[in-house]
């Protein structure tokens, strides 16, 4: 992550186990709450929530996994949604079925 003019980047966003680059057992669903988790908890360390994430771009092994993914996805954030896309690719970092790209911005 990299914040710089009170806008923070979340570039890479993966399924790893905390302090690892063990990707989490499981499918889609596990894996969405795991990057979700990284997310959150990259977050807090700079004092800001879910709520200050404005845009993500999701990046999927197979698209099919969609509604699995928003499912969970969904369930992060208790008012306004950050704007999101989704696209298919072929190869992901680690052979992971998903990553996230975000983009947040300091409400202070």
């Known amino acids: 992550m990299r914040c710089a003019w009170e806008i923070c980047y979340f570039s890479g966003e ?3 186990l905390p302090n690892t680059s063990k990707l989490i057992a499981g499918g889609i669903k596990n894996g969405t709450q795991q990057t979700m988790d990284n997310i959150q908890a990259s977050l807090a360390k ?21 509604p699995a993914f928003n499912e969970v996805y969904t ?3 208790a008012k306004n ?10 190869g992901l ?6 990553e996230l790209e975000c983009i947040g911005v300091l409400s202070r």
């Open 14 to 16: 993966l399924c790893t």
């Open 46 to 66: 700079h004092s800001l929530t879910m709520n200050d994430l404005v845009k993500c771009t999701v990046m999927l092994a197979d698209i099919k996994d969609w």
């Open 75 to 77: 369930g992060y954030f």
């Open 81 to 90: 949604f950050p704007a999101h896309r989704a696209f298919a690719t072929n």
């Open 93 to 98: 970092a680690l052979s992971t079925r998903v």
